[in-house]
């Protein structure tokens, strides 16, 4: 059964003629008879009396209903989806990271709200194994995070890289490792840790590094807020390891200090050979932009993603810390 053929027998039945309902539906007469046909041999009833005009038989009155109804459903289905193509969602919904958020967004959201008004914009700060998994699920949009191929390697999976950035060491200004220009990991592991909660992909990046170098995390506390890492870290001996996007409103605060971390081995008799093998000459995290192939026929979507492109500066690793020297 066939959607041409339900509105081939509507036509009939509300104009009481075929040559009407060919004309009404602009086609030939036998067009129209032979798409009847072809349902009444589908039902396996006759659906018009052809003497003179056409009537409804018993089977016609019966279908006449049903035909209606799926004719209206795919109707308003056809203008939703048209509505949907011609950028009329409702709404748009966004999962990014903490840093992207504060850092990096607030001029993409006001541009996106101008452009865009009748479109309800909706961000959730959320961690990176988190945002993508509902992105995956189909709750949000867009997602803006640390790169986790284990979800973005799916083949309906749109990933565009927008930078790379090193990660820092957060402490309080009186902190020990404050004397460092840059941190020796041998100094570093050494002291205890606030990091971020599970199901952030931060602290799955800290655990992995721990382990390349054969060293043993000591966290004692886990956060989720920016602001809350600045608090307690601000307090005494704990430290963070945090990408340089999460520590921007910290470089003003004269009770905290921010130091990049000695990748090579370093000349400072203090300093052990622990791990130096094994660390990574330039530790970066990956921060992507990530939604779905399908998500980007869809005009706002398409739209929110060209700004973030557009608005997002690329960092560049070389000239942030120059790590490796």
């Known amino acids: 059964m066939r959607l041409e053929q339900l509105q081939a027998f509507l036509s009939v039945a509300e104009t009481g003629s075929f040559q009407q309902a060919a004309r009404k539906c602009g086609v030939t007469q036998s ?24 009537k409804l038989t018993v089977g016609g009155e019966r279908l006449l209903p049903h035909a209606r109804k799926i004719c209206q459903t795919w109707q308003n289905a056809a203008v939703e989806l048209g509505d949907l193509l011609a950028g009329k969602q409702p709404e748009l919904c966004v999962a990014a990271i903490h840093s992207v958020c504060a850092a990096y967004l607030p001029p993409v959201l006001q541009r996106f709200c101008r452009d865009y008004p009748e ?5 959730t700060a959320l961690g990176s194994d988190r945002a993508l998994k509902v992105l995956k699920d189909g709750l949000v949009d867009i997602a803006v995070v640390m790169n986790n191929r284990y979800f973005t390697q799916a083949p309906e999976m749109l990933v565009e890289v927008l930078y790379n950035e090193p990660i820092e060491v957060l402490m309080a200004a ?12 041998p100094e570093l592991i050494c002291y205890p ?19 390349r170098i054969g060293a043993k995390l000591h966290a004692v506390l886990e956060l989720n807020t920016l602001d ?18 999460a520590l921007i409103e910290a470089q003003g605060d ?48 398409a739209h929110f993603w060209n700004l973030v492109r557009e608005f997002v500066p690329p960092l560049d690793v070389i000239k942030l810390g120059k790590l490796g020297d």
Do not use: C
Request: without cysteine; hydrophobic residues 45%; charged residues 20%.
């Open 228 to 245: 809350a890492f600045r608090g307690v870290v601000r307090q005494g001996e704990l430290i963070a390891l945090l990408p340089h996007s």
């Open 174 to 185: 009186n902190h020990p490792l404050a004397v460092y220009d840059r941190v020796p990991w």
């Open 193 to 211: 840790q606030v990091v971020f909660k599970d199901g952030y992909g931060m602290q799955r990046m800290v655990q992995e590094q721990f382990e």
């Open 119 to 123: 479109v309800q914009l909706r961000v």
């Open 254 to 301: 004269r009770t905290l200090a921010i130091r990049p971390i000695v990748a090579k081995q370093s000349a400072n008799p203090k300093v052990s050979t622990i791990g130096q093998s094994a660390i990574d000459p330039a530790w970066t995290r990956e921060v992507v932009l990530v939604t779905t192939h399908d998500r980007m026929q869809i005009p706002p979507i």
């Open 31 to 54: 067009t129209i008879s032979r798409q009847v046909q072809g349902l009444e041999a589908e039902v396996g009833l006759s659906l018009f009396h052809r003497a003179g005009s056409a």
